[in-house]
């Protein structure tokens, strides 16, 4: 309601009031709404679209019937001999269990379902391109990729540079997954064994406040302020710690302006992945303390695009802190096997989907066929171009376009990627650098919305306009992997 109602406002008037004194504390957000005049259309015109939208909602919400309720994969027999049933959440404890075979079941007995539903899964997915190309156009964008990246102001050669730069760097992905091979002792290496640990027989165990403690270590170079207010939040009533009956699934931060932030977390003693969660998310937290502290309320609340920096910025921290404190070589090559994976899994893997993501749109603009066949041949593709000659991708695996959620809010994946890539840039420019990076990234934190992203990233040391940020997380990627392969 707000936006076409400020917009019917004349352009001249407009101009006049937003130079007005009194206008100044919410200018910026003015001139964001401006920036959609060109975008706006006639109010019956609006008023067609709106009435549109559970017409335009119909192909996610049967994707998500299909996939979320009425598929079905059975049970599968684990490395401990125990019966368990196969479904989305346990389909990723089965690919990390120590047995090929059991990983192998798992993965054919999955995609068995979506091959099976293949039609009717290329359908949901055609309708849903289909909706973001009618939408596009019928807000003069000049295509559905600049209208995704238009809310954050981002320009389309930020979503190319990350795909050139990731399309470059794929020979050190290839050698990682051959290094992968090798110490794993296969013959060849299939997608379903690219998520178990390489090392498994490493134990560290953490209670909470042991793992406060070393998160806490690993973020002084933050400053006091930072350590104090997220030690008192963390040993307080900041998160809500433990598994419990009934407990949503994963781990999620929420911040708001005039109370503390709230983490919910599953964490469990024995699993080290958890230390890196609930420092992912005390990331989010400390993100929000600082915006909301600076900034007012209008401007305190940051944009996806800079959300997963301040988490992810985090998570570097405490690997380099980890990797410092490492007891023997297997210990560092453990967290260097957990890095790589984490890289591999965040940039490389979400700019394969934000490419298969454009490719697709561009063929439903051109006014090319979106069927199974099309969908499977370009994935295909990418899977080959992606793991490598060396790499043996299963007929099957080409289906995973059709399981993947994301893909119903197009044009999104790409975050992941150039938020990790943000973040590793700047962790090595405060872990090398002085007073000034760190007053940098601090202001970074303190931000909020009241830049764009590209603008607050820049400010803080790192310019996502270049392809720079990526080349420099693949070109520790490249180090790491080298490492590995010595150490093992």
Not at 343 to 368: D, P, S, Y
Not at 474 to 481: C, M, S, Y
Request: hydrophobic share 40%; glycine share 4%; charged share 25%.
């Amino acid at each position: 309601y707000m936006r076409p109602e400020l917009l019917a406002i004349d352009e001249d008037r407009m101009a006049a009031l937003m130079a007005d004194d009194s206008i100044a504390p919410f200018r910026l957000q003015l001139e964001r709404l401006v920036r959609y005049r060109p975008h706006t259309l006639s109010d019956k015109e609006e008023k067609l679209l709106a009435m549109q939208g559970e017409m335009a909602s119909a192909a996610g919400n049967a994707f998500r019937q299909l996939n979320d309720a009425d598929l079905r994969f059975g049970e599968v027999e684990d490395h401990e001999g125990r019966q368990v049933e196969l479904s989305h959440a346990t389909f990723g404890q089965l690919l990390i269990s120590p047995e090929q075979a059991v990983r192998r079941t798992a993965f054919s007995q999955y995609y068995d379902q979506f091959s099976a539903h293949e039609n009717t899964l290329a359908a949901t997915l055609a309708g849903s391109i289909q909706r973001d190309v009618y939408y596009a156009r019928a807000k003069n964008y000049s295509g559905s990729l600049e209208a995704a990246l238009f809310p954050d102001n981002v320009p389309v050669d930020v979503y190319d540079n990350l795909i050139t730069a990731v399309r470059e760097s794929l020979p050190s992905v290839h050698h990682y997954l051959d290094v992968r091979r090798r110490k794993m002792y296969l013959k060849e290496i299939h997608h379903y064994d690219t998520y178990v640990p390489i090392l498994s027989n490493i134990e560290k165990h953490h209670d909470w406040d042991e793992a406060v403690n070393v998160i806490l270590e690993s973020l002084a170079p933050l400053g006091r302020e930072y350590i104090d207010v997220l030690s008192e939040g963390l040993r307080s009533r900041w998160a809500d710690r433990y598994p419990n009956r009934g407990k949503q699934s994963g781990a999620f931060s929420c911040g708001t302006y005039d109370g503390d932030p709230y983490i919910l977390m599953k964490f469990k003693r024995e699993v080290l992945n958890d230390v890196f969660t609930l420092t992912h998310e005390a990331g989010h937290s400390m993100h929000s303390w600082y915006s909301a502290r600076s900034q007012p309320f209008q401007y305190y609340n940051y944009t996806i695009f800079v959300a997963e920096v301040a988490s992810t910025f985090n998570e570097q921290l405490l690997t380099d802190y980890l990797l410092k404190n490492a007891g023997d070589d297997n210990e560092r090559a453990y967290l260097i096997n957990n890095e790589l994976d984490s890289i591999r899994a965040t940039v490389v893997r979400q700019t394969m989907f934000a490419e298969f993501e454009k490719r697709v749109h561009e063929m439903a603009e051109a006014g090319e066929p979106l069927t199974v066949k099309s969908f499977r041949s370009v994935y295909r593709e990418l899977l080959d171009a992606y793991f490598g000659p060396d790499f043996v991708v299963d007929e099957v695996l080409e289906l995973e376009c059709f399981r993947i959620p994301h893909f119903y809010r197009a044009f999104y994946v790409y975050k992941y990627a150039t938020g990790l890539s943000a973040a590793v840039a700047l962790s090595r420019r405060v872990l090398g650098g002085g007073a000034q990076e760190l007053k940098d990234y601090l202001a970074f934190l303190s931000g909020g919305c009241s830049k764009d992203p590209l603008d607050l990233l820049r400010d803080a040391g790192v310019d996502m306009a270049s392809s720079q940020p990526v080349a420099t997380t693949l070109a520790r990627f490249a180090e790491l992997t080298e490492e590995l392969d010595q150490l093992l």
